[in-house]
């Protein structure tokens, strides 16, 4: 079985511009949570979605959206880009609620 | 403070040798966690722990859970390179999981 998959990998923005971040889950999965990872902060948690419904948010400002499609797929939008979101991003996709995550490979985001 | 403590932050031990790395939480653990990352890449689950006692092995790598003292740890035995990365715990708060800070090991010739 493919892994959990995320696009792109890297990417490189400018302060006060937009992106949107792809995460494919593992076949089958309908759980798909996001994370931020940062030197200081560590891995904090942005959202949960299951069944196309975020059921879970994390302590992050309105800038930060997300959405599940019928398929699990997910994508992250980060809107008005600030150089504090520099960050791996981290998509972690389970079975169902509460099952064990398994993570993929990340996207790097350097804001400029 | 953070929910979860890892101890220590950071371990270089020689090829070949033990070592264990701790996760402490300070509430109530219902549901534990390890994961390894290599650096800059995904977390790669290693095991997950859930009764107070449960122990579960892979390959050299042995991880406990003490509920009582809220606290899990890990063990490597023989540590090989391959074993280098940073080794997080992870809380099951009802999702999301909440992490520590990490470990970063690194292992010499």
């Known amino acids: 079985k493919a892994g959990v998959t995320q696009t792109p990998r890297y990417l490189i923005k400018t302060r006060g511009q937009q992106v949107t971040l792809s995460c494919s889950p593992i076949s089958g999965h309908r759980s798909v949570s996001w994370y931020q990872q940062t030197p200081g902060q560590g891995l904090q948690f942005l959202f949960e979605?299951?069944?196309?419904?975020?059921?879970n948010k994390g302590n992050f400002p309105g800038r930060f959206s997300g959405r599940q499609f019928s398929n699990s797929r997910s994508e992250m939008n980060v809107s008005t880009l600030e150089l504090g979101d520099s960050a791996l991003y981290l998509c972690?996709?389970?079975?169902?609620?509460?099952?064990?995550?398994?993570f993929g490979p990340g996207t790097r985001l350097l804001v400029l | 403070s953070q929910e979860l403590e890892q101890s220590p932050q950071s371990l270089i031990v020689q090829e070949g040798k033990n070592l264990t790395i701790n996760c402490t939480s300070s509430k109530t653990l219902y549901g534990l966690y390890w994961y390894k990352q290599k650096y800059g890449e995904g977390l790669i689950f290693l095991m997950m722990l859930q009764k107070g006692g449960e122990e579960k092995s892979h390959e050299k790598i042995t991880a406990k859970l003490d509920e009582k003292k809220q606290q899990s740890s890990l063990h490597i035995t023989a540590s090989q390179p391959s074993h280098a990365g940073i080794y997080l715990c992870g809380a099951d708060r009802d999702t999301p999981l909440v992490f520590g800070k990490g470990t970063r090991l690194s292992v010499i010739a």
């Open positions: 972690a996709s389970s079975l169902g609620r509460r099952e064990t995550q398994y």
């Open positions: 979605y299951f069944s196309e419904t975020q059921r």
